[in-house]
C-alpha cells in the first residue's frame, strides 16, 4: 500500500470540526484507527466472541486462535526471538510497571542505582522513584545536550558499575528525539544493568528489532499505533522473565491452586492474570497487518518530510519556538511549541475552533517542563494519514491565533 493512499482508511479524518474540515494533529496521544481494526474489532464481537484457552468449543477455539495468533504477529512484528516473550498488557504503562514492581523489586538493593532522562514520560519516571523509595535504591537521571539529545560520552560517565536498571524512552513524546538506544543498551551491558525501553512513541513509526537493540525489555501502546485503547505488550528476554515474579494474581496464570500455596503457568500466561484483553490483542494483530502493508521504513521516511517540512512552515510564525532536535532526522513526526506570551492551552482552543486538534500542557512530563524552564508547550504530532495540507493548516491557524491575541490585548 502507498503511504499516499493511506488516508482514506481512516473514515473519521473526513469530518468536520467547528464548521472546519479536520485537521487531527494529536497522534502521539493517540492514533487514529483505520476500518481494517474496526471490522477486525466488530468480527469478533459478532461472530465468535468467546473466551480463551479453557474452552473446547468452537467459538472458544476461534478466539484462541486469534488471540494467540496476535501474538505470534507482534512476535515478528518487533523480532522477538520466542512468542514466549511477548506479553499483553494494558499499555506501556503497565508494562514499566510490572518490571519495575517484579524485576526492580527481586533484583534492586540499597545503592544500587537506577537511570532515566529528563525526557522520560512520567510512567518511566514514577515507577522508578516508587522502587527506588522501597529498594533505598538511587535514582539517577541522564543529562541532555542543549537540543533534547543524548551524548553517549554523558552515558558512559552516568552509567556505572552500581547501576542496574536503566530505562529510556525510544522517542520522546514532548522532543520527537530519537534515542540511540543500541548503544545505550551496550553501555548498560558493559556496566552489568539491563536495558529497558518506552517504546510507545517508536513502535508505531518505525522499524523495531528488539534482537539488534539488545534490549532486554521494550514496552509499547497498541492505540498509539491505529490499534485499540486498553492494550500493549511487554517485550522481555525469556531469561529474565522466567526469573520474575508475577504481580496479578488469579485465574488464566495459575498452574496448579492448594489451599496454601499456588503454582504459574509457563510463560507468558504467568504474566496475564484473569480474562485476557482478547478483543483488544486482535484489533492490535489487525493494525500491524494494516503497518506492515504500509511499511515501517516508509512510515518514519514520510515522518520524516512531514517534520522537515513542519519545522520549515513553522519557523516562519513570529514569535514562535521549537523545542527539541534542529534535524528533522533525529526526531520523529513531533514538533513542540510555544507562541510568543500566549499560553499553550490558548493556542490550542483557538486552533480547535479552527478544526485542528493538538495537544496542550505538560505532556505527562513535568521533569522535561521543568528541564525546558517552562511550565507547558503545545504539540503537533504526525501520523501516517498527515499531509502537508495539514502543516499548511496548522501555521494559518497559529498566524490567527497570534493576531488574535495581539489584537484582544
Known amino acids: 500500500m502507498k503511504i499516499s493512499e493511506v488516508r482514506q482508511y481512516f473514515p473519521i479524518l473526513d469530518q468536520e470540526v467547528n464548521g472546519h474540515p479536520l485537521v487531527y494533529l494529536d497522534s502521539a496521544a493517540t492514533s487514529q484507527k483505520p476500518v481494517q481494526v474496526i471490522e477486525a474489532l466488530d468480527r469478533y464481537y459478532r461472530e465468535y466472541n468467546s473466551n480463551v484457552h479453557r474452552g473446547v468449543h468452537t467459538l472458544g477455539t476461534r478466539a484462541t486462535d486469534q488471540y494467540e495468533g496476535a501474538r505470534e504477529k507482534v512476535r515478528r512484528f518487533i523480532n522477538a526471538s520466542l512468542v514466549e516473550e511477548v506479553i499483553f498488557t494494558r499499555g506501556t504503562t503497565t508494562a514499566l510497571n510490572t518490571v519495575a514492581a517484579s524485576y526492580g523489586r527481586a533484583n534492586l538493593q540499597e545503592g544500587d542505582e537506577i537511570v532515566i532522562t529528563y525526557m522520560e514520560h512520567h510512567s518511566n519516571v514514577i515507577p522508578w522513584q516508587q522502587i527506588a523509595k522501597e529498594k533505598k535504591a538511587i535514582l539517577k537521571y541522564l543529562p541532555l545536550q542543549k537540543d ?30 530519537i534515542n540511540p538506544i543500541k548503544e545505550l543498551a551496550a553501555i548498560a551491558h558493559q556496566n552489568g544493568a539491563i536495558m529497558v525501553v518506552d517504546g510507545a512513541q517508536s513502535a508505531p513509526h518505525m522499524k523495531i528489532d528488539v534482537q539488534e537493540l539488545d534490549c532486554d525489555f521494550f514496552a509499547f501502546s497498541a492505540h498509539k499505533m491505529c490499534g485499540p485503547t486498553g492494550v ?69 521516511a514520510y515522518e520524516h518530510r512531514l517534520a522537515a517540512y513542519g519545522m520549515e512552515k513553522l519557523s516562519s510564525v513570529e514569535g514562535l519556538k521549537i523545542y527539541g532536535p534542529e534535524e528533522a532526522e533525529q526526531r520523529a513526526g513531533v514538533i513542540t511549541f510555544n507562541l510568543d506570551d500566549v499560553h499553550p492551552h490558548d493556542v490550542a482552543t483557538v486552533l480547535d475552533a479552527e478544526g485542528i486538534a493538538v495537544r496542550a500542557g505538560h505532556h505527562c512530563a513535568q521533569p522535561l517542563m521543568n528541564w525546558l524552564n517552562c511550565s507547558a508547550t503545545a504539540r503537533a504530532s504526525f501520523y501516517l494519514y498527515n499531509t502537508e495540507q495539514d502543516i499548511d493548516r496548522l501555521v494559518e491557524g497559529l498566524v490567527k491565533t497570534k493576531e488574535y491575541f495581539t489584537n484582544v490585548f
Request: glycine share 14%; net charge negative.
Open 232 to 300: 500493549g505488550v511487554l517485550y522481555g528476554k525469556k531469561a529474565l522473565l522466567e526469573g520474575m515474579e508475577p504481580v496479578e494474581f488469579g485465574g488464566e496464570m495459575i498452574d496448579f491452586v492448594g489451599l496454601q500455596e499456588s503454582t504459574w503457568k509457563e510463560l507468558p500466561w504467568k504474566f496475564e492474570a484473569g480474562t485476557p484483553i482478547i478483543a483488544g490483542a486482535i484489533g492490535l494483530g489487525a493494525a500491524i497487518d494494516f503497518l506492515n502493508e504500509v511499511g515501517p521504513d516508509e512510515i518514519l
Open 148 to 177: 533534547g539529545t543524548i551524548d553517549l560520552e554523558d552515558a558512559r560517565k552516568t552509567i556505572t558499575p552500581k547501576t542496574k536498571i536503566v530505562s529510556i524512552a525510544h522517542v520522546s513524546n514532548v522532543l520527537g528525539t
